[in-house]
């Protein structure tokens, strides 16, 4: 398991992994925290973050650099879009205070940050930023700060990334 996300109004936990050996081995699931039964599962591929989940959706972000929406409530896959490189560092989202977007902040391999606005039945990916070159994003070979240890976005789209430069970019 490499990420949860309790949600105890829903009663429910979701986890993800990136253990998955075949295309049909899931690696997205909710548990039901009443009783410990399987609520649903799908499959993002290899995993390695945490969901976050802002009202009715739970997004992943996988290590083939996909970022998922699903369906909290049954895990029905509704979108999937590329942001060009594996994401290792915990996505967030929010809901943008101006507009009501729901707006999915996630740092890829190289230290690019990538904004994904869901539009309801897709997702569209909106910008890009590179963090400063150095080492390693997130322990990877990738050529960005040595390592994110969080990623965060503020109700007014901007993205906030902690590096272990010492630095909020």
Known sequence: IHGLLADPDQDRVYATSDRTHSSVQHSVWALNTVNGSLAWSANAGRVQTAPVRVDDRLYVAS?????????????TALWSVGVGAPVQVDP?????????EVVIAVVDFFGEIHAVRDDG???????????????????????????????????????????????LY
């Open 121 to 167: 039945a897709t997702g569209t990916l909106l910008s890009g930023f590179q963090l400063p070159t150095g080492a390693p994003a997130a322990g990877s070979p990738g050529p960005a700060v040595s390592a994110v240890s969080r990623v965060a976005a503020d109700a007014t789209g901007k993205a906030l990334v902690g590096a272990d430069d010492g630095h």
């Open 63 to 75: 290590l083939s650099g996909q970022v998922h929406a699903f369906d909290a409530a049954t895990g």
């Open 92 to 100: 967030s989202a929010l809901r943008l205070a101006a507009t009501g």
